[in-house]
């Protein structure tokens, strides 16, 4: 029952940030997809062992950063074998009404290579993809 709570618990645990720019420097957010086994306690929105290869049953986490500010919108994650066939599809939703940064986690049990898609859910604008494979 813990582990079943701490998992719901992480699961929703979506955090998003927003930092504003100066017009002079370069943008302080890309769009951009990474991978991780887990978050760093003293900045969460920092990901720890990040990577693209993990072992299957793991809890992997995913970090996306958008450009432009996602204005509260939910964030899709589409995971696709490296054929195309769709694997893995889930909505997120969104805790804040503005930012650049979304991070959540998923848990994959078949091993492969796959891409994962990070996409925002309003106007379906594809955001940034990843190659990852999950080994046994």
């Not at 929703?12 to 887990?38: I, Y």
């Not at 049953?57 to 964030?75: C, H, K, P």
């Not at 859910?121 to 046994?136: P, R």
């Amino acid at each position: 029952m813990k582990k079943i709570f701490f998992l719901l618990l992480i699961t929703l645990a979506v955090v998003s940030c927003s930092k504003k720019s100066d017009s002079n420097s370069s943008p302080e957010f890309t769009n951009k997809l990474t991978l991780g086994t887990g978050l760093n306690p003293s900045n969460l929105f920092q990901l720890t062992g990040e990577g693209t290869s993990f072992m299957g049953s793991t809890t992997i986490y995913f970090r996306l950063e958008s450009a432009n500010d996602m204005a509260g919108s939910a964030v899709r994650l589409k995971i696709d074998q490296q054929d195309g066939t769709p694997i893995f599809s889930q909505d997120y939703p969104n805790p804040s009404s503005y930012g650049h940064i979304f991070l959540s986690n998923f848990t994959l049990t078949r091993t492969g290579s796959y891409v994962e898609t990070g996409i925002l859910v309003t106007g379906l604008t594809t955001v940034a993809s990843i190659n990852f494979t999950v080994t046994k």
